[in-house]
Structures are given as C-alpha cells and as structure tokens.
T-cell receptor, first 116, second 109 residues
Framework: GAVVSQHPSWVICKSGTSVKIECRSLDFQATTMFWYRQFPKQSLMLMATSNEGSKATYEQGVEKDKFLINHASLTLSTLTVTSAHPEDSSFYICSARVGGSGETQYFGPGTRLLVL | DAKTTQPNSMESNEEEPVHLPCNHS???????IHWYRQLPSQGPEYVIH???SNVNNRMASLAIAEDRKSSTLILHRATLRDAAVYYC??????????FGAGTILRVKS
C-alpha cells in the first residue's frame, strides 16, 4: 500500500511557541490530504481537508488561525499549531487520498505533541 | 454522514475467526462501507471497503447484508497483531472519513 510519513514523530514545546508538523506521501501524489486530532482514549476527530494549491477547509469548531495548513505540493502538507497551549497537546495524524483511486485513505504514523 | 453502530469491545481467541458487526440502517445508495483499524499509538490502517457485494482481500473479508443496513468484517484467523480498534465508516465516494468510537478487539493467546 501507499506510504505516508509524518515528521516529527513526537515534539515537546513550551507554551506560546509554534510547532510545524509535516505530512508526506512517499510513493504517490495526493491531491487531498486530511488532518486529524486524537485525544487519549477517544476517536479521531477530523480537523481539516487540504487540497493541493488551495485553501484548507476546516471542520466546525476548528480555529483556522490557530491551526495553519499548507498543501504546497502533491506530496507535502504541513500543519502549524500556532501559539500552542497545554490543551493543544494531542496526537495529530494526517492522511492522504490517492487521486484516481477514489476512496482509500492512507494514514501517517502520527505526531505526538506535548505542550508544557 | 450516515451513522454506524458497533459494539464497544469484542474478544477473540488466537487462531480463530472473528466477526465484527456494524449496523448502518440509514445508509444511502451512494455510501461505501469502509473498515479501518488502529493499533495502539499508530495511525489508522485501511482494511477493506465495499459498496454492495461481498469483498475479500489478503487482510479480511467484508460481508454486506442484502439490504445494506448491516455489514460484518471477518478476520479469518485472528493473531495477537490483530488486536486494535476497528472502525466501520460510511463514506460517499470522494468524501471524507468521519470516525466513530469503533470496536476494541482483544485477542487472547
């Protein structure tokens, strides 16, 4: 299957700083990428849908100015958590949909963020 | 997105088949039935999907009821590595995946 990577796999930062998470499709081109967040013992929550070359579409309740998403190429999307606070500590997961194959999404391994 | 209902948890013995049920009584004609699983501290992994007919792949089989209001994911021989949270999700073609609570599968050796 297609491979999606994320970097970093974990990050610890101080409150008030910004953190950038990268999501790459390694062996395919992804016209659409998705960002999810998962708190402990909860399911994944979709944050936003990102299409290459256009603005991301955010789900209701997700602050677009706090979670900046850039999808500059068909293999790279980035999520920047701006002015991070302890409540932003979570497991962030991206996924990519293969253009043309329709429905299947391939997920990255996730990035664990801890804000002190 | 149409809703699915899954048991909170299930238990299986190693080397035995596992049948994971999913109810989706409000499914529409254009909804695909997707199954993903998530191992601890990892991103979800695609398992299988289908529309109307039963589907088989190297990981599992998907049995879809004739009225499409329910489906069953079948793992033919459970191993300890199959212990995960299994998500049954309805999705229109080209749309987004919205995860529910899923079923926690425990596999006993």
């Amino acid at each position: 299957g297609a491979v999606v990577s994320q970097h970093p796999s974990w990050v610890i930062c101080k409150s008030g700083t910004s953190v950038k998470i990268e999501c790459r499709s390694l062996d395919f081109q992804a016209t659409t990428m998705f960002w999810y967040r998962q708190f402990p013992k909860q399911s994944l929550m979709l944050m936003a849908t990102s299409n290459e070359g256009s603005k991301a579409t955010y789900e209701q309740g997700v602050e677009k100015d706090k979670f900046l998403i850039n999808h500059a190429s068909l293999t790279l999307s980035t999520l920047t958590v701006t002015s991070a606070h302890p409540e932003d500590s979570s497991f962030y997961i991206c996924s990519a949909r293969v253009g043309g194959s329709g429905e299947t999404q391939y997920f990255g391994p996730g990035t664990r963020l801890l804000v002190l | 997105d149409a809703k699915t209902t899954q048991p909170n948890s299930m238990e299986s013995n190693e080397e035995e088949p596992v049948h994971l049920p999913c109810n989706h009584s409000t499914i529409s004609g254009t909804d695909y039935i997707h199954w993903y699983r998530q191992l601890p501290s990892q991103g979800p992994e695609y398992v299988i999907h289908g529309l109307t007919s039963n589907v088989n792949n190297r990981m599992a089989s998907l049995a879809i009821a004739e009225d499409r209001k329910s489906s069953t994911l079948i793992l033919h021989r459970a191993t300890l590595r199959d212990a995960a949270v299994y998500y049954c999700i309805l999705m229109e073609y080209g749309n987004k995946l919205v995860f529910g609570a899923g079923t926690i599968l425990r596999v006993k050796s």
